[in-house]
C-alpha cells in the first residue's frame, strides 16, 4: 500500500495538468487500470462528512452542516482500507426552524 499511496501523488499531479499529450494521456491510463486492478477507488464525497475518511481542515457557513463543501485533494480507500483520506472542507450551516 505505501507504494500505491506515491503513485496517488502522481495521479494527483496528472490531474492538475491543463492538458495532457497523446503519450501523457496513455501514461495516465495505465496508472488508473493499475489502481483498478489493485483495487483502489475514490472516496465518495458527495454525501455527508466522515471522519473515517474525511479530513477536515476547514468550514463553509454557507453549506448545510455536516455535508462536503469542497474538496481540496481526492482520497482514496483500498479493500476497505484508507489509503489517504479526502482533504475537505465542512459545511456548518445551522438550520433554522422553518428548514431555512
Do not use: C, W
Amino acid at each position: 500500500e505505501q507504494i500505491l499511496l506515491k503513485f496517488l501523488e502522481l495521479k494527483d499531479n496528472f490531474e492538475r495538468a491543463p492538458k495532457l499529450d497523446e503519450g501523457m494521456e496513455l501514461i495516465y491510463k495505465q496508472f488508473l487500470t493499475i489502481f483498478e486492478e489493485e483495487g483502489v477507488q475514490d472516496i465518495d464525497t458527495h454525501d455527508v462528512f466522515n471522519p473515517a475518511l474525511h479530513l477536515a481542515v476547514g468550514t463553509n457557513n454557507d453549506v448545510e452542516k455536516n455535508h462536503i463543501a469542497a474538496v481540496l485533494q481526492k482520497g482514496y480507500v483500498r479493500k476497505n482500507n484508507v489509503l489517504r483520506p479526502s482533504i475537505v472542507i465542512v459545511g456548518s450551516k445551522e438550520e433554522t426552524q422553518d428548514g431555512m
